[in-house]
């Protein structure tokens, strides 16, 4: 199993970014996926996660209204689209398997400006 997290960096407040995570390794389709976010010397939260085959969607409060998760279960990727980012939004963000807990490595979002 391959969890692999691109598109972070730095960003201005109001600014957007879209990360991406792509799977191999397991059956990406049969998966729900989630996008955690983590900050010095806080523990992981959950942002956003999404069903196996993409109609169910779930947010942060945080995050609703701001953040679009989505799938292609084509190219068994799960992209997290970041928009209107606040200086609160800088963290680690990691893609999340639940049934295998499983992590990617994480990617670094930054605003700032």
């Known amino acids: 199993v391959q969890l692999v997290e691109s598109g972070g960096g730095l960003v201005q407040p109001g600014g957007s970014l879209r990360l991406s995570c792509a799977a191999s390794?397991?059956?990406?389709?049969?998966?729900?996926m989630s996008w955690y976010r983590q900050t010095l010397r806080k523990e992981r939260v959950l942002v956003a996660s999404?069903?196996?085959?993409?109609?169910?969607?779930y947010y942060a409060d945080s995050v609703k209204g701001r953040f679009i998760i989505s799938r292609d279960n084509a190219k068994n990727t799960v992209y997290l689209q970041m928009n209107s980012l606040k200086p609160e939004d800088t963290a680690v963000y990691y893609c999340?398997?639940?049934?295998?807990?499983?992590w990617g490595q994480g990617t670094q979002v930054t605003v700032s400006s």
């Open positions: 999404i069903t196996s085959n993409g109609v169910g969607t």
């Open positions: 390794g397991f059956t990406f389709s049969s998966y729900h």
């Open positions: 999340y398997i639940q049934t295998i807990d499983y």
